[in-house]
Nanobody
Framework: QVHLVDSGGGTVQAGGSLRLSCAVSGRTFSRYAMGWFRQAPGKEREFVAGVTFSGDSTKYKDSVKGRFTISRDNTKNTVYLQMNSLKPEDTAVYYC???????????????????WGQGTQVTVSS
């Protein structure tokens, strides 16, 4: 059984920073591609960032490029999302996800991920 626990959300002013963490149970973390998605009220869940199981390749939503950085520590079974220069439009519940059958590039669709965290709220005030 794979368990993902998201943390690190909170309320910040525009321009501020947050670092989200996702701790993954199990011994096969290093085989999973990992992703971060977000869902704002009344909107569909959308891809934010992804990283391959090796960490060699990353992918980002266009609107967060240059502001967000995804990384992973396979010794700690943890994936991170460093979010800088936050904007009010970044406000959402953020979810980490694990892809147990990864390809050479991170997936960007929710159906490509097999396991999900419970979500952590990020609120950016103007």
């Amino acid at each position: 059984q794979v368990h993902l626990v998201d943390s690190g959300g909170g309320t910040v002013q525009a321009g501020g920073s947050l670092r989200l963490s996702c701790a993954v149970s199990g011994r096969t973390f290093s085989r999973y591609a990992m992703g971060w998605f977000r869902q704002a009220p009344g909107k569909e869940r959308e891809f934010v960032a992804g990283v391959t199981f090796s960490g060699d390749s990353t992918k980002y939503k266009d609107s967060v490029k240059g502001r967000f950085t995804i990384s992973r520590d396979n010794t700690k079974n943890t994936v991170y999302l460093q979010m800088n220069s936050l904007k009010p439009e970044d406000t959402a519940v953020y979810y980490c996800a694990a892809d147990a059958q990864p390809s050479e590039v991170p997936g960007t669709y929710t159906y490509e991920y097999d396991y999900w965290g419970q979500g952590t709220q990020v609120t950016v005030s103007s």
